[in-house]
């Protein structure tokens, strides 16, 4: 039995939970006592053993359903998390001096597959960049970005040519969806050009979706140097 000396908040109970289902108090599959039940153990408040239950299932350590109450994972969940990198910083770590070149700038009816994957409305337009990021001179990302001219309409009055369009989009704009994929591929014309790969070698890309609210904002592809390497911790 958990000894309360005195109120106890939610943290409080969540240690407890968590230090019976690592010592195997609760083996995995095991079915936990209701939040009343709990709650009187605790001698707490209903509303903080659910917080508390809350977040373990958040952290992938309980599986949550209603009517059928609350067990101990099988196997935990993981999430790994990645962060928004911003090039200029990401370079400038390593110790290397950062140049950015603005190589295209064009304003285009938005293409079928742009409007099918960002949701765009018939007749949309969209800002074509094409942006390179280089370490000490040397390339290490091309940038092919898309940018919703409906969405931001303030986006037609920036150049582009002295900041990169992520940094940009980053003040002017949030995001309340985002799609990530990762992938590799044979390298296509414009990597070829400024990237250096040769023709057909296989590429690190990085494809990008946001959308605020349910409107497409933007679609970047990222494509990395060679012996590029993305690493995250879970």
Not at 46 to 55: G, I, P, Q, S
Not at 156 to 164: R, V
Not at 194 to 213: A, N
Request: charged residues 25%; hydrophobic residues 45%.
């Amino acid at each position: 039995m958990f000894a309360v000396t005195e109120a106890i908040g939610f943290r409080e109970v969540k240690a407890e939970i968590l230090r019976r289902i690592t010592q195997g108090i609760w083996p995995p599959g095991s079915l936990l006592p209701g939040e009343l039940a709990l709650a009187e153990e605790f001698a707490c408040a209903r509303a903080t053993v659910n917080r508390a239950l809350r977040e373990l299932d958040e952290a992938g350590l309980l599986d949550r359903k209603r009517k059928a109450g609350t067990r101990v994972r099988l196997a935990p969940l993981r999430q790994a998390r990645f962060e928004m990198p911003i090039v200029r910083l990401e370079i400038e770590r390593t110790g290397a001096r950062y140049r950015y070149v603005l190589i295209k700038k064009e304003l285009l009816p938005a293409p079928d597959w742009l409007a099918a994957r960002l949701h765009l409305g018939q007749g949309s337009t969209a800002l074509h960049l094409l942006c390179l990021h280089l370490a000490d001179g040397q390339p290490w990302q091309l940038e092919d970005r898309w940018i919703n001219a409906q969405a931001l309409p303030q986006v037609l009055d920036q150049d582009f040519h002295h900041e990169g369009p992520n940094e940009w989009l980053i003040r002017a704009v949030p995001y309340s969806e985002v799609e990530v994929s990762f992938l590799a591929a044979a390298a296509a014309a414009e990597e070829v050009t400024h990237l250096g790969f040769d023709p057909g070698d296989p590429v690190f890309r990085v494809e990008r979706m946001t959308w605020w609210q349910s409107v497409g904002i933007t679609h970047v592809t990222l494509s990395h140097r060679r012996g590029h390497r993305m690493t995250t911790r879970y």
